[in-house]
Each structure stands twice: as structure tokens, then as C-alpha cells.
């Protein structure tokens, strides 16, 4: 049995979204078992140590680099097999997380940043593999029909309608936010033509950003509820992907399979077809660019199942 060591929506985000997509195209595979132990919400001492000694491989999906080294240690004095997904751009400068890649029977690195540096402490053992799974249509949640009509308001008023999201409000290292809530706003608070849907599970952001505006012009949208993402994507015209730093980007590889085009920031290796820019400036000069070239995107869990499997027959 291969033991996912995550979360599962709810929160929505990249991370649970990708662990939930993995367990149901593992469904498809034979003699591949597949379970999750959700570390935020598991309770029960009995399912959580059964699941632990049945596990032939462990999967960790943990973004504290404090916490993901403890547990690798910790599954690999079991005798486990311990595979790390480094959700985000790292350049293993960081103790804990030299320890944990070294600790890992395999790791997974989301783009050419992460794998270049990884490649420095170590050659063996780790594998550039993307994160997207496509979206299981069967079961995306339908908008709200007050956010329906939002957006199609906009689509009738302006020429050309962006989305982007944003999990919740969070900050880098310099305190900066990682979502650029308030540069999109003072932006989209300028322009005529154009309008922006802002997507957050949480109202969070949105009364944060509140505070921060005396006024929020009407080409502005907010969801402000759970919802399924993707389902603003395919509403709108363009994704814009607005971030200080990133890893291999959900709603950026969801965009790309819908056929619309992208817009992000310069902070880590793109997929091809994206339009990256700088900052808002440089956004304001490429942003009519409406047909770019827009790349396939493949379903990454068939090279996750791989790995596993290899693993497996080495057991």
C-alpha cells in the first residue's frame, strides 16, 4: 500500500487538490493500493498506526521543512519507504531540507529550479516530475449563480475578463504577499476595459483587501466561498498568475488543458505558452496578447505511479 501523508480538501489548494486527483486516478491502476492519511483532520490512533505499518511507501506532502524532515526520519526508522514531493521552488540551502532529501528514498521536484539545485546534494534518488492531473469533470462543484451572473456582467461590460486565485492571504520571506492581492487591485482599480474575477475559498482575503482600498472599482469581482476553480477558468477569458514565488503551479497547468492563456510572473521556470512578465508595468504591455500558443498539458500521475511501482518490485 503507498500512504499519501496529506491533506484533503477541504482547504482547497494546489497541494490537496493534486493529492485528491492522485488517489482517484489510482484507481485505475492495478495491483497499485492507494490511501491518504490526512494529518489535519485524522483522529482515531488505531487507523492512523494501522495505515502507518501497512504502508510499504510513504508520500509526503508537507510544506514545513521542520516538520517534513521529523517525519521522514521518523517513517525511515520504520523501516519505510519515503517519497518527498517538494511542493514549491526550493534551493536546498536549508538544513532541513538537505536532511530530508538525503533521508528520502525518492524525491519529487516540481520544476528546473528545485531539480538543478537538489542535483548539487545529491544525483541519485530524484526526479523532475510536474504536479498537474487533469480535473475530474464528473465531480467539480457548479458556481454559485450569483457568481454566474458576476462574471457574465463583466463579460458583457468589458473586453476582456482575467481570473486569478489565491488560497488564502499568506506572505514570503520579506513579507511581501505571495498572491499580490493588492498590486492586482491597485492595478485593476486603473483600467477601463479590462476586469478581473479574484478567487478565494475564504473571505479573508477579501475584507483584508477591503481595509487596504478606500474603494474597489466595479470591474472587480470576488468569489469569496469554496468553490472549484476551474470552473472560473473555463468562464473567463485569461488566467493571471500573480505570485512572489511558486512551484509547479495548479491553476496555471489548468489553464493551459482548457486552451486559455496565461499570464505570470517571472519567479520560477514556466510551462511552455506561458506569457511571463515582470510586474504590472510589464503585464500592462503584454496583455492583449490573447493567442499565444498554448501547449498540451500530459497527466503527471502515470509518472508518479511509475516511480512507485519501481520502488515496489525493489521491496
Known amino acids: 500500500m503507498v500512504l499519501q501523508f496529506s491533506k484533503l480538501p477541504p482547504p482547497i489548494g494546489g497541494v490537496t487538490i493534486h493529492v485528491s486527483r492522485l488517489l482517484f486516478q489510482s484507481k485505475k491502476e492495478q495491483n497499485l493500493n492507494l490511501e491518504v492519511l490526512d494529518y489535519s483532520k485524522e483522529r482515531n490512533l488505531v487507523s492512523i498506526f494501522k495505515k502507518i505499518f501497512y504502508a510499504k511507501i510513504i508520500h509526503i506532502h508537507l510544506s514545513n521543512k521542520k516538520l517534513r524532515f521529523i517525519f521522514a526520519f521518523l517513517f525511515r526508522i520504520l523501516f519505510k519507504n519515503v517519497v518527498i514531493t517538494y511542493h514549491g521552488k526550493y534551493d536546498f540551502k536549508n538544513k532541513f531540507d538537505i536532511c530530508s532529501l538525503k533521508l528520502s528514498s525518492a524525491s519529487i521536484l516540481l520544476n528546473n529550479f528545485s531539480y538543478e539545485n537538489a542535483r548539487k546534494i545529491q544525483i541519485h534518488k530524484i526526479y523532475k516530475i510536474g504536479a498537474f492531473i487533469?480535473?475530474?469533470?464528473?465531480?467539480?462543484?457548479?458556481?454559485?449563480?450569483?457568481?454566474?451572473?458576476?462574471?457574465?456582467?463583466?463579460?458583457?461590460?468589458?473586453?476582456?475578463?482575467?481570473?486569478?486565485?489565491?488560497?488564502?492571504?499568506?506572505?514570503?520571506?520579506?513579507?511581501?504577499?505571495?498572491?499580490?492581492?493588492?498590486?492586482?487591485?491597485?492595478?485593476?482599480?486603473?483600467?477601463?476595459?479590462?476586469?478581473?474575477?479574484?478567487?478565494?475559498?475564504?473571505?479573508?482575503?477579501?475584507?483584508?483587501?477591503?481595509?487596504?482600498?478606500?474603494?474597489?472599482?466595479?470591474?472587480?469581482?470576488?468569489?469569496?466561498?469554496?468553490?472549484?476553480?476551474?470552473?472560473?477558468?473555463?468562464?473567463?477569458?485569461?488566467?493571471?498568475?500573480?505570485?512572489?514565488?511558486?512551484?509547479?503551479?495548479?491553476?496555471?497547468?489548468?489553464?493551459?488543458?482548457?486552451?486559455?492563456?496565461?499570464?505570470?510572473?517571472?519567479?520560477?521556470?514556466?510551462?511552455?505558452?506561458?506569457?511571463?512578465?515582470?510586474?504590472?508595468?510589464?503585464?500592462?504591455?503584454?496583455?492583449?496578447?490573447?493567442?499565444?500558443?498554448?501547449?498540451?498539458?500530459?497527466?503527471?500521475?502515470?509518472?508518479?505511479?511509475?516511480?512507485?511501482?519501481?520502488?515496489?518490485?525493489?521491496?
Do not use: W
Not at 469533470?137 to 457568481?147: M, S, T
Not at 488566467?239 to 499570464?263: C, H, N, Q
Open 134 to 315: 487533469p480535473p475530474i469533470e464528473e465531480k467539480l462543484n457548479h458556481l454559485k449563480e450569483e457568481d454566474i451572473r458576476g462574471i457574465d456582467k463583466l463579460k458583457q461590460k468589458f473586453d476582456y475578463v482575467f481570473c486569478t486565485n489565491a488560497s488564502s492571504l499568506a506572505y514570503d520571506e520579506k513579507g511581501d504577499e505571495i498572491y499580490m492581492g493588492s498590486e492586482l487591485i491597485k492595478y485593476f482599480n486603473n483600467k477601463q476595459n479590462i476586469a478581473l474575477v479574484f478567487s478565494s475559498p475564504n473571505d479573508g482575503y477579501y475584507r483584508f483587501l477591503k481595509k487596504q482600498f478606500s474603494s474597489i472599482s466595479k470591474n472587480i469581482f470576488f468569489i469569496k466561498e469554496t468553490h472549484d476553480f476551474v470552473n472560473v477558468i473555463k468562464q473567463t477569458d485569461g488566467l493571471i498568475r500573480a505570485t512572489t514565488m511558486d512551484g509547479d503551479s495548479l491553476s496555471v497547468k489548468e489553464a493551459l488543458y482548457y486552451k486559455k492563456p496565461v499570464f505570470a510572473t517571472d519567479v520560477v521556470d514556466r510551462p511552455k505558452g506561458v506569457i511571463c512578465f515582470s510586474d504590472f508595468e510589464d503585464f500592462d504591455k503584454k496583455y492583449d496578447l490573447v493567442n499565444p500558443k498554448i501547449e498540451k498539458n500530459e497527466d503527471n500521475s502515470q509518472e508518479i505511479f511509475k516511480l512507485y511501482k519501481s520502488i515496489l518490485k525493489e521491496f
